[in-house]
């Protein structure tokens, strides 16, 4: 027998590099050291590509330096990224007993009198003025993994951060299990899969800044797989598990309007019985059943059950926070994404700079109510654009909704692009393979942070789309790999 480390000698020593890389990142890398950061990615996204090349069919080998990365940030306070100060808070604020919905950590800290959670003081100055002064916007199963650190670690910022993490990789070894299950079934590589799962982007912002896109990602990819298998009742109940993790997936629902169908049955008298039978009378002829594709019609009750079991379910989960006074926190939170902050926008920050042409000032609050309709008018478009689809349009039709809505969005954080990530894998789309790769460039915006203009550097944030857009106008309208209404030819429809 050959050894094992003949066989796999590159892939082994690629996979000790990648660990080194990572290990600095987690544990040496400071955020305002741009060269050392850009470095770092780079070669990790170097090494993560030999990976593929060399390993490519090795799926066991793939998964377990995929799992090995993760597991060197399990020590790791998060240098990248400070939300998860405000994801300990949550936690301990309902351990407490305290509903984190109606208070804003700032209330707490200006009164000075009595903190309701341990370490108070230093989550509010981790999280930032601007995190705590306003009402937190995670949704109910997001504040069930955040209780679930206040239970095991109550006093302890690291022990918080550990729980967080494991929560997180427990879920990427979800989306692993039913990414890989979705590929076969929809004949797709296997190891497609590693384009997500063992992606650095994906390792870095979800393992190692605690982002909790990744569970979300996971009930996201356990509903499809449901969905895909028939079991459209679980995969509602999933779905709604999603939208509560981030409320994301509910720009998807009207992508699913015609995915719900039933046959319409014809019948015809097409067989005659054997020649040595006489026809006495036509009810001996034998009617066959005909199903044909193109007949198929809209299961509009299939399709509302879908829609009520995922509104009850995720009412459900927001039941024990609800109040009026909650309903108006919540909905000014959400809204401040749309008409106050910005970050790493692209349509949005050509529209502000239209504005300042026009009327002098930033035009935000006309600008943010205006795009979310044209994400609206978009998304309604792709779903009534094919009235038969399946599960490869129907996701292919998902990852064109979440671009449109992050190239019109104010906001766009590096870790949104790990939901575009996953839905590209079940696809022959790699644009959003590029942007995992130079989002990297949207840390460096703040690269005038210590000098006295601490904008945005428009310079970066440019280079960035011109990548990304380039890709996207290739892929789509270039190559021309937009999905179009296939006609059925006649032969198709006597073979079916």
Not at 179 to 188: S, T
Request: a positive charge; charged letters at 15%.
């Amino acid at each position: 027998m050959i050894p094992f480390w003949k066989l796999n000698k590159i892939p082994i020593l690629l996979a000790c590099v990648s660990f080194l890389l990572y290990w600095l990142f987690a544990y040496d890398l400071i955020r305002t050291d741009y060269t050392k950061l850009i470095t770092l990615y780079v070669a990790a996204w170097l090494v993560f590509i030999l990976l593929l090349k060399y390993a490519k069919n090795n799926l066991k080998l793939l998964s377990t330096i995929a799992f090995l990365s993760r597991a060197i940030f399990i020590l790791a306070i998060p240098n990248l990224s400070q939300d998860f100060y405000r994801f300990i808070w949550d936690g301990r604020m309902i351990l407490e007993g305290l509903n984190p919905y109606l208070y804003t950590p700032e209330s707490f800290i200006q009164a000075g009198t009595h903190y309701p959670i341990p370490e108070a003081e230093a989550l509010y100055n981790g999280m930032g003025t601007l995190n705590g002064s306003h009402y937190t916007n995670y949704p109910p199963i997001n504040q069930l993994c955040f209780l679930i650190a206040a239970l095991f670690s109550n006093a302890s910022i690291l022990g918080s951060a550990i729980v967080f993490r494991l929560l997180i990789i427990v879920a990427d070894f979800g989306t692993f299990f039913f990414g890989k299950k979705l590929l076969k079934q929809l004949n797709l590589p296997e190891h497609n899969i590693f384009w997500y799962i063992l992606n650095p982007f994906i390792i870095i912002e979800l393992t190692g800044n605690l982002h909790f896109e990744g569970v979300m990602i996971f009930f996201l990819v356990w509903s499809l797989y449901l969905l895909h298998s028939g079991k459209f009742k679980w995969a509602a109940v999933v779905f709604a598990l999603s939208i509560s993790v981030k409320l994301i997936p509910l720009l998807f629902l009207p992508l699913l309007f015609f995915y719900f169908k039933k046959p319409n049955v014809s019948f015809s008298a097409i067989e005659k019985p054997p020649a040595n039978e006489p026809l006495k009378q036509t009810s001996n002829m034998i009617i066959k059943e005909v199903q044909n594709e193109d007949t198929t019609r809209l299961d509009v009750k299939k399709l509302i059950s879908f829609y009520v079991i995922i509104g009850v379910t995720t009412l459900l989960l927001f039941a024990p926070f609800f109040s009026s006074e909650f309903i108006n926190n919540y909905s000014q939170t959400v809204a401040l994404w749309f008409n106050n902050f910005e970050f790493n926008a692209s349509v949005y920050y050509v529209s502000r700079e239209i504005g300042y042409w026009f009327t002098g000032y930033n035009e935000i609050a006309v600008i943010g109510k205006i795009l979310p309709i044209l994400v609206f008018l978009s998304v309604f478009g792709l779903s009534v654009f094919r009235r038969k689809i399946d599960t490869k349009t129907l996701i292919t039709h998902m990852l064109f909704a979440f671009t449109i809505y992050l190239f019109l969005s104010t906001t766009v954080h590096p870790w949104y692009i790990a939901t575009l990530l996953i839905l590209s894998v079940f696809t022959h789309y790699k644009f959003p393979l590029v942007w995992s790769f130079v989002i990297i460039l949207s840390y460096l915006a703040y690269i005038n942070l210590n000098k006295a203009d601490k904008s945005e550097n428009l310079w970066i944030i440019a280079l960035e789309y011109v990548i990304v857009y380039g890709v996207f106008i290739w892929e789509v309208f270039l190559s021309r790999r937009f999905p179009k209404h296939k006609k059925t030819s006649s032969n198709e429809l006597a073979s079916s």
